[in-house]
Each structure stands twice: as structure tokens, then as C-alpha cells.
């Protein structure tokens, strides 16, 4: 059972233009929403994360969107740069669980 | 330098061969995971021990076993029972604190069946 959908599965976006990933999620106990980059043969990096007490977080280009009630939530990047070209994952999970459940990912590749 | 450490960076498996999986931090960090990764299927949560001498299991343990004799090792073993083993292996380490959840990653190791 997939508890965190991501979509889309890849995403081709140019230099300079928003990249947007998007996250649904089923058990109303999540509590904690991070979302980690990973480049090509390395570890997966947290990026930035929300918890459900404000419905958006923005780190420089990077911003999350939360929205409860529909149980989703977003990434956004703006003017997006080719060195922002990884893999994204978003998770979830019930808050000192230490069990992140982490959505499909999504390859953005950006061009120059 | 301090971090997460896997080795090996690349092991390949015989049929009915157990193998180890290295994981060494140096962060001080009393929880540590196992995930595998699968191309389009995400992370998925093997094995996870928030103190030594204690480890519990994730969403896909079978044909999995580790041992948390230290707190800065935490070894992952692919027994023969694990049929489909072929994946990108990453261990992980945190803090256990509410207030900050962050995972640190290693380097991940590949593993592959002859």
C-alpha cells in the first residue's frame, strides 16, 4: 500500500522557469512533510520540510505548499537552474516515529 | 569529517550467498536506518534502531537481518532468502528528537546478483 503518491515521475523544465512536484498522502497521523534531493550515485539530502501547522515554507528558490485538507503538498522551485537537475522524493510521517514513508520520487532534469 | 559511511560502493551476490552491508557514522547519532531504493518505487524502510542493542523492523524486512552492537555501526545483511536483492542499498542516521527529524544519508551501495 502506497501511503505517498508523487507525480509526476519526470519533468523537463528550462532554465529559468518553476519546477513543480506534487505529493498526496493517505494517513491523517502524518504530521512531518520533508522533501530530499538526490544527485546520481549519492545519498538522498533534505532539502526542506513543513509540518502541518502553516500551509507553506519557502527556503530561497525552494517553497512548500501544504494543503490538509486535501492531504497534498508541494514542491516549487523557482528559476530553476540546471544544477538543480536530481531526483526529489517527498515524505511523510508521524512525528520521533523515525519512519519516514517517501513518495516514488521525481527526475527533474533542467535545460540550459 | 564527519558523516555516514557504506562499503563497499559496489558488491555482487552468488545464488545462496549471504552478504554484509557496511554502515559507519561518526555523528554521534543514536537512531540509524536501512532503505532500499528501486528505480520509480521510492525508498522503502528495511530496518531501523533507535539505540543499540535494539532494532526494529520496516515495511520490507524479510530476507533482511542487522545487528546494532555500537552505536556508530549498524551492518545489514541480505540473507539468501532475499530473492530479489538486486537494489541500491542507503543507510541513514538521525538524532531522536522531535523537534528536528533530519536523516543523513550516506553514499548508498549497489548490489547486484551474478
Known amino acids: 500500500q502506497q501511503q505517498v503518491k508523487q507525480s509526476p515521475q519526470s519533468l523537463i523544465v528550462q532554465k529559468g522557469g518553476i519546477s513543480i512536484i506534487n505529493c498526496a498522502y493517505e494517513n491523517t497521523a502524518f504530521d512531518y512533510f520533508p522533501w530530499y534531493q538526490q544527485f546520481p550515485g549519492k545519498g538522498p539530502a533534505l532539502l526542506i520540510a513543513i509540518r502541518p501547522d502553516v500551509s507553506e515554507k519557502k527556503e530561497g528558490r525552494f517553497t512548500i505548499s501544504f494543503n490538509k485538507s486535501a492531504k497534498q503538498f508541494s514542491l516549487h522551485i523557482m528559476d530553476s537552474q540546471p544544477g538543480d537537475s536530481a531526483t526529489y522524493f517527498c515524505a511523510a510521517s508521524r512525528r520521533n516515529t523515525g519512519k519516514l514513508i517517501f513518495g516514488q520520487g521525481t527526475t527533474l532534469q533542467v535545460k540550459p | 569529517d564527519g558523516g555516514i559511511t557504506q562499503s563497499p560502493k559496489y558488491l555482487f551476490r552468488k545464488e545462496g550467498q549471504n552478504v554484509t552491508l557496511s554502515c559507519e557514522q561518526n555523528l554521534n547519532h543514536d537512531a540509524m536506518y536501512w532503505y532500499r531504493q528501486d528505480p520509480g518505487q521510492g525508498l522503502r524502510l528495511i530496518y531501523y534502531s533507535q539505540i543499540v542493542n535494539d532494532f526494529q523492523k520496516g515495511d520490507i524486512a524479510e530476507g533482511y537481518s542487522v545487528s546494532r552492537e555500537k552505536k556508530e555501526s549498524f551492518p545489514l545483511t541480505v540473507t539468501s532468502a532475499q530473492k530479489n536483492p538486486t537494489a541500491f542499498y542507503l543507510c541513514?542516521?538521525?538524532?531522536?528528537?522531535?523537534?528536528?527529524?533530519?536523516?543523513?544519508f550516506g553514499s548508498g551501495t549497489q548490489l547486484s546478483v551474478l
Open positions: 541513514a542516521s538521525s538524532i531522536v528528537n522531535p523537534a528536528n527529524e533530519k536523516l543523513f
